[in-house]
């Protein structure tokens, strides 16, 4: 069975700058929680909550999926094709998820709560190798026999728990880190680009199997939830709230049935809902091609029997409206003259490199461009492995190609500070100074002799290297 998610049990806020705060309590007993177990007014429900629904859909997929293997190694008759498509969906849209985690989540929550990604990366990885092994089996050379149903219903349960195990120790770890750290519009925007980063045909799959894993009640709290997370634009909002609404009664109790899932991998249309006489499926056609949309029964003013490409023009639309915002906001800036303050525009300082994705990870070699790994970029401009950067991070803070500094190292240099005023020099060494370049503003400069940290006068990095030694100085600058 699957490891139960966490109880999480909340307290309203007392005032609207008060942080909505979740339990660690975990029984073992407990079932998924409701979407009120985060607050009790409906205008103070983190957006996280979102995160919540999508661990229960999970987990209940898993354990849907390790019982039908269960059922097939005891002699019953159990579609392989149907499994190995289920489970290559819940491993796609659980992947989106993971490097969600790793390349927004984490990244943020790293820069107020030190050394929580790294543990959760690694787990990662593991259940990526679970997947890989899983998907070794339900792909056989061999002859099926009793020893390869047995090993497929042991690959499955140790996937099960191993993911479960995983959600439930973010639920108690990572989720009431976010609410305490994140104000309710940081958490949307996390949450959104989660959304984001999940391809549109298979966002529109993707939301209605959400949305059939959980009761109506929580379907209710989960559209007040993502109210909070789409940004306030109509058609947008119209898109989302499309696709989450089609979902047929039948649907509503269960998850993804296996007529209806069986229907989605066989067809070769496009991947948007339609109405059908068994249940509503998320790409069946007609002959002639056309959909036959469902009208939506919690959101009337969505209502709409729209052809697939009126939805593309509406993402087309809300597109627009975002980069015309962002060319007035430009435009503005380019004729008050002032160009001070560009944070809106590159909140990261990002440097822009010509070709610099065309090269090879400077830590695994493998050619960037065409790897299908998650690929970060640097502040210098340079770019790595999502996964060899956080390998390389655990004992380096500078790049690998240029030696620039890879973060916010304040907290690091304010302790090197305190170490060097703590430290008392040989009476022989005191009168000696040296001239150092630093790596990160590229200024040369002159500080006091040290065996190994010498400070840049000009920008306060230690991230520097000496390139002469004086024997004696007795009136030593920090700069130049």
């Known amino acids: 069975m699957a490891t139960p998610l966490p109880d999480f049990e909340a307290t309203r806020a007392a005032s609207s700058s008060s942080t909505t705060v979740i339990s660690s309590s975990v029984p073992s007993s407990s079932r998924p929680p409701a979407a009120n177990s985060f607050s009790e007014d409906a205008e103070e429900i983190s957006p996280i909550l979102f995160f919540l629904f999508f661990h229960k859909a999970v987990c209940s997929e898993l354990e849907s999926l390790h019982r039908l293997a269960l059922e097939f190694a005891t002699g019953h008759h159990v579609d392989l094709r149907l499994l190995r498509e289920r489970y290559r969906f819940l491993r796609s849209i659980y992947k989106h998820h993971c490097n969600a985690e790793d390349e927004v989540i984490f990244s943020a929550l790293d820069i107020r709560v030190k050394n929580v990604a790294q543990t959760y990366s690694l787990e990662h990885k593991g259940e990526s190798t679970l997947f890989d092994h899983l998907f070794e089996l339900l792909n056989p050379s061999t002859e099926i026999d009793e020893s390869y149903r047995r090993e497929l219903a042991s690959s499955t349960g140790a996937l099960q728990t191993s993911v479960s195990q995983h959600l439930a120790k973010e639920q108690k770890q990572v989720f009431p880190l976010l609410i305490e750290k994140f104000k309710h519009e940081e958490q949307a925007y996390i949450v959104w680009r989660f959304l984001c980063s999940i391809p549109v045909n298979m966002l529109a799959v993707f939301l209605p199997w959400l949305a059939s894993s959980i009761s109506v009640d929580e379907s209710k709290e989960m559209q007040t939830c993502l109210s909070k997370i789409v940004p306030d634009e109509k058609l947008l909002q119209q898109v989302i709230f499309t696709w989450l609404g089609r979902k047929s009664d039948t649907a509503a109790s269960c998850r993804i049935e296996d007529s209806l899932f069986q229907c989605c991998i066989d067809s070769s249309s496009s991947m948007l809902p339609c109405e059908t006489s068994r249940a509503q499926c998320a790409c ?36 627009n409206k975002e980069m015309k915002e962002i060319a007035d906001e430009a435009r503005k800036i380019q004729l008050s003259g002032d160009f001070s303050d560009l944070s809106a525009f590159d909140e990261l300082n990002h440097k822009c490199l010509e070709k610099s994705l065309e090269t090879n990870c400077p830590i695994c070699c493998e050619f960037l461009f065409t790897s299908s790994e998650t690929v970060r970029a ?78 840049c006068g000009s920008c306060g990095s230690y991230n520097t290297r000496v390139i002469r030694s004086e024997t004696a100085a007795p009136d030593c600058p920090t700069s130049s």
């Open 284 to 319: 069946e056609g007609t002959k002639v091609g056309k959909r036959k949309y469902q009208e939506l029964t919690s959101h009337d003013s969505f209502d709409t029997q729209m052809h697939p490409i009126d939805e593309i023009k509406l993402w087309h639309k809300a597109m």
């Open 378 to 455: 640097l502040p210098c401009g340079h770019y790595m492995h999502s996964a060899c950067f956080q390998a390389y991070t655990c004992s380096h803070y500078t790049c690998p190609i240029c030696g620039k500094t890879l973060g916010d190292m304040g907290v690091y240099f304010g302790m090197l500070d305190a170490l060097l005023a703590a430290e008392e020099l040989p009476e022989e060494y005191k009168d000696r100074c040296q001239d150092i370049l630093c790596n990160d503003c590229q200024r040369k400069g002159t500080t006091q002799f040290h065996w190994l940290y010498h400070k």
